[in-house]
Nanobody, 116 residues
Framework: QVQLVESGGGLVQAGGSLRLSCAASRNILSFNAMGWYRQAPGKQRELVSTFNRDGTTRYADSVKGRFTISRDNARNTYLQMNSLKPEDTGVYYC???????????WGQGTQVTVSS
């Protein structure tokens, strides 16, 4: 079992920045993928950025060059979001996929609102 807790969301003007944090309840030493998804009102949840098991990172085309994913240890993951746009508005979820299936763990989400 893994509990994930996100923080750092809020209201920001277009062009501003936010840094999201995700804290896991235990060390995660092995995973298939770990990172961030978001869901805008009326839309499906979509991938924003993830770390892959092979050490590579993946970004949605819409955030490349503006968002940066990072980790500082086996528990904490971050998403630095710069040059925010109104279309970045949504609930941002931390995710980790573990195991052969794999099984997905999700945080409760943190709201990001970008005003124009």
């Amino acid at each position: 079992q893994v509990q994930l807790v996100e923080s750092g969301g809020g209201l920001v003007q277009a062009g501003g920045s936010l840094r999201l944090s995700c804290a896991a309840s235990r060390n995660i030493l092995s995973f298939n993928a770990m990172g961030w998804y978001r869901q805008a009102p009326g839309k499906q949840r979509e991938l924003v950025s993830t770390f892959n098991r092979d050490g590579t990172t993946r970004y949605a085309d819409s955030v490349k060059g503006r968002f940066t994913i990072s980790r500082d240890n086996a528990r904490n993951t971050y998403l630095q979001m710069n040059s925010l746009k109104p279309e970045d508005t949504g609930v941002y979820y931390c995710n980790v996929a573990i195991g052969l299936a794999p099984f997905n763990y999700w945080g409760q989400g943190t709201q990001v609102t970008v005003s124009s």
